[in-house]
Nanobody, 120 residues
């Protein structure tokens, strides 16, 4: 079973930066997609950014130009560099990995989450 371990969360002032990292282990199949979701209190979990093994990326409109996602396929790690942080970025951030089993099926895995708090 795939395990995802996040690190790098913390408390920063508005305008500051944080770097989140996630390490995946235990997969017998290639991890096709890795990404970050976040959930603020009382709100739905939302996609922040994702990256495929080939390097293609997707970002939420709210973070474009401020956040950058990258991955090291050999190490099965994904990093989210967060710059120009805003108070509305405050949330629990969850690492996510999609493992392709075959051409039809895939499995989805989640980390336990790391808290990011941005003060005004």
């Amino acid at each position: 079973q795939v395990q995802l371990v996040e690190s790098g969360g913390g408390l920063v002032q508005a305008g500051g930066s944080l770097r989140l990292s996630c390490a995946a282990s235990g997969s017998r199949f290639s991890i096709n997609r890795m990404g970050w979701y976040r959930q603020a209190p009382g709100k739905q979990r939302e996609l922040v950014a994702s990256i495929f093994s080939g390097g293609s990326t997707n970002y939420a409109d709210s973070v474009k130009g401020r956040f950058t996602i990258s991955r090291d396929n050999a190490k099965n790690t994904v990093t989210l560099q967060m710059n120009s942080l805003k108070p509305e970025d405050t949330a629990v951030y969850y690492c996510n990995a999609g493992v392709r089993v075959d051409t039809v099926y895939s499995n989805n895995y989640w980390g336990q989450g790391t808290q990011v708090t941005v003060s005004s």
